[in-house]
């Protein structure tokens, strides 16, 4: 992950975290509705790894969001 770039990934984390809670799911439950490590989930909401396009897809079928959601960074 380029430097340049992990605020941004911590905004998308946020997300994460965010409709997660709302589907009060923690970090175990979501990782095992999508088929990764709870480590994983944990990377992705501190912004630590970036996230494949089949894990944005199935997060967003398990938190009930579209992508544009998880995309929509508040300030």
């Not at 340049?4 to 911590?10: A, G, S």
């Not at 909401?45 to 998880?70: Q, T, Y």
Request: charged share 30%.
């Amino acid at each position: 992950m380029k430097t340049e770039y992990k605020e941004l990934y911590e905004k998308f984390g946020l997300n994460i975290v965010y409709y997660r809670k709302k589907q009060k799911l923690t970090q175990l439950q979501l990782a095992e509705k999508i088929g990764v490590d709870r480590s994983h989930i944990s990377a992705i909401e501190l912004g630590n790894v970036g996230v494949s396009f089949d894990v944005i897809f199935k997060l967003c079928e398990v938190l009930g969001v579209k992508p544009k959601d998880l995309f929509d960074f508040r300030d």
